[in-house]
Nanobody, 125 residues
Framework: VQLQASGGGLVQAGGSLRLSCAASGRTISRDTVGWFRQAPGKEREFVATLFRSGSNTYYKEDVKGRFTITRDNAKNTAYLQMNSLRPEDTAVYYC???????????????????WGHGTLVTVSS
């Protein structure tokens, strides 16, 4: 199973980026798909998740209303649309999936079995 994250880059504050997470070796249409991020010197943190095969989404509080997680089953790819970016959003962003997540654990990185390598997002002020 491989998850290939892409779409990161350098953007000015207020700008937008769309991250992609292309899966191979596993169909993710029924998985819980999550995005996490890790800023320099900080621990990896939960950003957003799309729970199982439905449309229920959950977000870190400070990205609500700015970030949107979606999935294209035909392309076996998940996305994270990030708008109104702030310098504090600067981090390496990782996508991850789990076939057995439960709702109470979706913010826990240990819930996710498969991880991509990450893509760097840098937001300048």
């Amino acid at each position: 199973v491989q998850l290939q994250a892409s779409g990161g880059g350098l953007v000015q504050a207020g700008g937008s980026l769309r991250l992609s997470c292309a899966a191979s070796g596993r169909t993710i249409s029924r998985d819980t798909v999550g995005w996490f991020r890790q800023a320099p010197g900080k621990e990896r943190e939960f950003v957003a998740t799309l729970f199982r095969s439905g449309s229920n989404t959950y977000y870190k509080e400070d990205v609500k209303g700015r970030f949107t997680i979606t999935r294209d089953n035909a392309k076996n790819t998940a996305y994270l649309q990030m708008n109104s970016l702030r310098p504090e959003d600067t981090a390496v962003y990782y996508c991850a999936t789990s076939g057995s997540a439960i709702l109470s654990s979706i913010r826990d990185a240990k819930t996710y079995h498969y991880w991509g390598h990450g893509t760097l997002v840098t937001v300048s002020s």
